[in-house]
């Protein structure tokens, strides 16, 4: 059974940096690409916003680019997202997961609440 568990939210004022964590048990991440996506409140879909590939190239959504880092520990089978200049309009619930296809199923953690405000 695969799990995800995010990690490293709260609360943070703008300008600030927050780091969050992805675990993943069950499948090893290391031969696959992991993305990070976001929901924000009163949205229903999740906004992709960064993607690692299997050897380590990273993309970003042009709302983050300049600003998260993506990076991955494949050892500790986690990946990782970095946000610094956080502005109000980062506030999400954060999510990771492989690309749709790569697992079978839906194996989706709780998220970590990231909320910017002053």
């Known amino acids: 059974q695969v799990q995800v568990v995010e990690s490293g939210g709260g609360l943070v004022q703008p300008g600030g940096s927050l780091k969050l964590s992805c675990a993943v048990s069950?499948?090893?991440?290391?031969?696959?690409?992991m993305n990070w996506y976001r929901r924000a409140p009163g949205k229903t879909h999740r906004e992709l916003v960064a993607?690692?590939?299997?050897?380590?190239?990273?993309n970003y959504s042009e709302a983050v680019k300049g600003r998260f880092t993506i990076s991955r520990d494949n050892a500790k089978n986690t990946v990782y997202l970095q946000m610094n200049s956080l502005s109000p309009e980062d506030t999400a619930v954060y999510y990771c997961?492989?690309?749709?296809?790569?697992?079978?199923?839906?194996?989706w953690g709780q998220g970590t609440q990231v909320t910017v405000s002053s």
């Open positions: 069950g499948s090893m991440i290391s031969s696959y690409g």
């Open positions: 993607a690692i590939t299997s050897g380590g190239d990273a």
């Open positions: 997961n492989p690309p749709p296809g790569v697992w079978k199923d839906d194996y």
